[in-house]
């Protein structure tokens, strides 16, 4: 009956058309990195038993954890703050939180060049009032990159949480300190595991996000600190390992998905209600 | 409303973290000095003359409209129909299906830029404008699955239904009946769709090259041999350009729609 | 033949349990016919199936003697109002209830007349240029009803058009929409599961009991002669009790007592019911003639016009009304009568 089939047409093109695009262009680069003579993973081993390969490998591992982590500790008070402020305020702090995040990446990196470099505003506060005699070195590090990736997610990470601490009833507070909690007890026993649905959702964005980025690592990281969208770019472009290029595509997808299932599995754990996705 | 003065104090520091960085380009776009400088000497809009002389950066912006321009349009033009079917259609392997839809956020961007080079421009020879066109509508798409399936799925099923017993065919309704009533969300996704395709420069890294430019790409490469205000320039038009958009946003449909 | 038939209709989502089997129905043409029963009993499915919103698995559904089974809804010319109204948000209450004229490419001015006389009909006069958000919910359940009936259906089709009313719009919306039905002679289908509302407007009622009709008559006779036990209790019959039958139709029940009705049953029955409201309380403790049964009262509640007493007996527990000329105390050893007119065996 071509009643039944209709659906199937209307979503047949974009079906087509991702399979066609993202699908197959996917498996030709990915395929062929299990060959090597035969079918194998010798490629992947060599990449991560080669001490240059891995120790870009943990950096991006090290600093999208750092950079989540600083998201949930500054976030979650912003978060909470923007959710108990009255209305009219509400509207105004969100699109303050909502501006950065429409902003071009480009841009929000590049103003970190400003103030990190050694010429930059940081270096010339600080030897203006003294407390160091020569400039530091902030820019083309780990600590730039980690900075970089904060400024970049942070907005995304609060969002997130606003949304679901929003829903949470704010008798929940008064009933908790009614019976005996402080604020800070309360907000810890009561709201922050009522927000942890929230927390991993963030987290996840966070962390892909900063797994994956090129343009904050590219402008504030430098050629020492290569993270492994960079590395990706340089093995593709200049050079010239295409073979290699495809290696760091698939470990970023794969470390991608992995971090995914890992967050949620962890907040299957802390929180009653099951799975949450991204 | 008791105020916890350490978490307003607090709150204010992240608000202004968030927020300084962005102020500093703005006054750095002003500065008289041929390098980026803050506190800034003198007083000048020359850079801003400078960026609208300078090609590559009004070549790119251009190109840059166009291309987020075209993808949101093709990602609304296959994307609404199908978050309609996957709302209301009992199809097998549904939810299957939007993950699938759903699938181009999960793989990161440099990778979706990268495998199309090489899969379509280089294999193929599709031109890099037709692998841009491609690799951007991947971007778009989700957001219009998304936002657009949510809107259909709070619509009460009975409108059309009653359409129906009034004599309207399944075509009819959708276009009568479906599609006014969902207006809202597929302006919210289309702005969403455009601003994300505009600011996007992982997919845009790969597929570019000589005439095929992307504006953050090319402004990437101005910041990797130059450090001068045009930057700061071009970075404050940007910033008007995102502050316009969220001000019609807010207008039509508020801003909580899209957060 | 009548003018609407349902034959044999069978519906099942999986093909392993049914939501309908076998059902049969016939309604005259201008008859006002109600689906009664509790959710999940398949009246709202069966409304479906006669719009066209869901196809039958088995069975065959007829119009003025032509076959529908297979016709799509938009073809059917029924019109059916909705539980939630399902008004189009987008149009004004007069595009509203034009929606259907237009599509049947009816001349603009022809139009307009038609839709300014159902307004009138309906009492919508002055709200025709208004959207239906700015509408209460009173006034938007009469715009579907005036979008339903301006294409002049063949069958009018209500699914719990009341329910989202309260209480005291309730009772005038029914009136309305009995009024207007009955002036205009439009045969009508009409799902609730609310049996006073129903009871009050229907010409004849259908009680659906998990995908079966148990009892299609007029509302006299259900709430007079329910003919199944599910439909008794659902009418309001209380007090259940067993009873093993006799020769010349005596009944017997546990206890010994023999009990006569004056309804004429199928031998099958053996459930003896009556209404609180139809026993008799005497004060006497005695059981000696038929249709008697001795007991202590347990509880007493306060009914209004009465008061309800849940009385002990060697056949049950039984519930009887009875008005506060006479008060009994929780203890009391009464006599209850069970009059044989009133007595029936489901």
């Keep these: 009956m071509t009643q039944r089939r209709i659906p199937y047409l209307i979503l047949a093109p974009g079906l087509i058309l991702l399979i066609l695009f993202l699908v197959l262009p996917l498996i030709s680069i990915i ?16 990449f991560f038993l080669d001490e240059y390969n891995f120790g870009i490998f943990w950096r991006t591992i090290k600093v999208s954890l750092i950079a989540t982590l600083i998201c949930v500790v500054v976030g979650v008070p912003t978060a909470y703050y923007i959710s108990q402020s009255p209305k009219k305020w509400r509207g105004l702090l969100m699109s303050i939180t909502l501006f950065p ?94 927000s942890v649905p929230g927390i991993i959702v963030g987290s996840i964005l966070v962390f892909t996000g900063s797994m994956t980025a090129y343009t904050t690592p590219q402008l504030l990281g430098g050629n020492r600190n290569i993270m492994l969208a960079t590395f990706l770019y340089q093995n593709a472009t200049a050079l010239g390992n295409w073979q290699g290029a495809s290696v760091i595509a698939l470990i970023m997808i794969v470390a991608t998905l992995i971090v995914m299932k890992l967050f949620n599995l962890i907040a299957g754990r802390l929180d009653k209600r099951g799975e949450v996705s991204a | 409303m008791r105020k916890n003065v350490g978490l307003k104090i607090f709150a204010i520091l992240v608000f202004a973290f968030l927020l300084i960085p962005l102020l500093i380009i703005i006054v750095t776009s002003f500065g008289t000095n041929p390098t980026i400088q803050f506190p800034i000497k003198g007083f000048t809009f020359e850079w801003y003359s400078k960026v609208f002389t300078n090609e590559s950066f009004t070549d ?92 259909i799925e709070q619509l009460d099923f009975s409108i059309e239904e009653v359409s129906w017993t009034l004599g309207c065919t399944k075509l009819q309704s959708f276009s009568k009946v479906v599609l006014p009533n969902i207006t809202s969300g597929i302006f919210a996704s289309f702005m969403l769709a455009f601003i994300n395709s505009f600011n996007n420069i992982p997919v845009s890294q790969f597929l570019s090259g000589p005439g095929v430019t992307m504006l953050p790409t090319s402004l990437m490469n101005y910041i990797e041999y130059n450090y001068d205000p045009s930057v700061s320039a071009l970075s404050v038009i940007l910033m008007l350009g995102t502050i316009i958009l969220m001000f019609i946003i807010e207008k039509t449909l508020g801003l909580a729609s899209i957060s | 033949m009548s003018y609407v038939e ?24 201008g008859e006002l016919v109600s689906l009664l029963g509790p959710s999940g009993c398949g009246k709202t499915t069966t409304l479906r199936v006669i719009a066209g919103l869901i196809e039958p698995n088995d069975g065959e559904f007829l119009v003025d003697n032509k076959n529908l089974t297979k016709v799509p809804v938009h073809k059917r010319e029924f019109g059916m109002v909705f539980q939630s109204y399902a008004l189009f948000p987008h149009l004004t209450i007069k595009e509203n209830v034009a929606f259907g004229l237009k599509l049947r490419k009816e001349k603009k001015a022809a139009i307009g007349k038609r839709v300014e006389d159902i307004l009138a009909i309906t009492g919508l006069e002055e709200l025709g240029d208004r959207y239906p958000k700015q509408l209460s919910g009173g006034q938007r359940q009469r715009v579907a009803l005036a979008r339903a009936l301006v294409i002049e259906p063949k069958l009018l089709l209500l699914d719990e058009p009341l329910s989202n009313l309260d209480a005291k719009l309730r009772l005038a919306m029914r009136i309305e929409i009995k009024r207007i039905q009955s002036q205009l002679g439009i045969t009508s289908v009409f799902v609730t599961h609310d049996q006073e509302e129903c009871f009050s ?146």
């Design chain 3, 6 to 29: 349902l034959k044999d209709i069978r519906v099942s989502y999986d093909n392993k349990s049914n939501i309908l089997k076998d059902l049969n129905l016939s309604i005259e043409k």
């Design chain 1, 101 to 194: 995040l429409l902003t071009n990446s480009v841009v929000r990196s590049f103003a970190w060049i400003t103030i990190l470099g050694q010429d930059g505003i940081v270096n010339h506060a600080l030897l203006t009032i003294g407390l160091i005699s020569k400039p530091l070195t902030l820019l083309y590090t780990e600590f730039a990159i980690i900075i970089g990736s904060v400024y970049l997610f942070l907005p995304l990470m609060v969002i997130t949480l606003v949304g679901i601490l929003e829903n949470i009833d704010s008798e929940i507070m008064e009933a908790a300190e009614t019976l005996g909690a402080n604020r800070l007890i309360a907000f810890v026993k009561v709201i922050l595991p009522l």
């Design chain 3, 201 to 346: 407007i229907s010409d004849r009622v259908a009680v659906m009991n998990k995908g079966v009709i148990e009892q299609f008559d007029t509302p006299e006779e259900i709430y007079k002669n329910p003919k199944t036990e599910f439909v008794a209790r659902f009418i309001g019959f209380e007090n259940f009790f067993e009873l093993t039958l006799t020769e010349d139709w005596k009944y017997r029940a546990v206890d010994g007592t023999f009990f006569e009705s004056t309804g004429k049953y199928d031998q099958a029955k053996r459930t003896g019911t009556i209404r609180p409201d139809d026993i008799e309380i005497t004060a006497s403790n005695e059981s000696s003639t038929n249709n008697m049964v001795a007991g202590k009262i347990k509880v007493r509640t306060f009914l209004g016009k009465s008061y309800q007493y849940e009385v002990e007996t060697p056949i049950g527990t039984l519930l009887a009304n009875k008005a506060d000329d006479v008060i009994y105390q929780v203890g009391d050893m009464v006599t209850l009568f069970i009059p044989a007119h009133k007595l029936i065996i489901v």
């Design chain 1, 31 to 46: 395929f062929p990195t299990f060959f090597n003579g035969g079918i194998t993973f010798s490629n992947y081993t060599a």
């Design chain 2, 60 to 151: 790119s912006f251009s190109l840059s409209l166009e291309v987020a321009f075209i993808a949101t349009l093709l990602a609304l033009v296959i994307g609404v129909p199908a978050a309609y079917s996957l709302a209301r259609h009992e199809v097998f392997g549904r939810n299957w299906i939007k993950s699938f839809f759903l699938s181009p956020t999960i793989v990161p961007g440099l990778v979706v830029g990268y495998a199309m080079y090489q899969f379509i421009v280089i294999k193929f020879q599709f031109p890099i404008i037709q692998g841009l066109l491609l690799g951007h509508f991947l971007i778009c798409l989700p957001y219009v699955i998304r936002v657009v399936g949510s809107t």
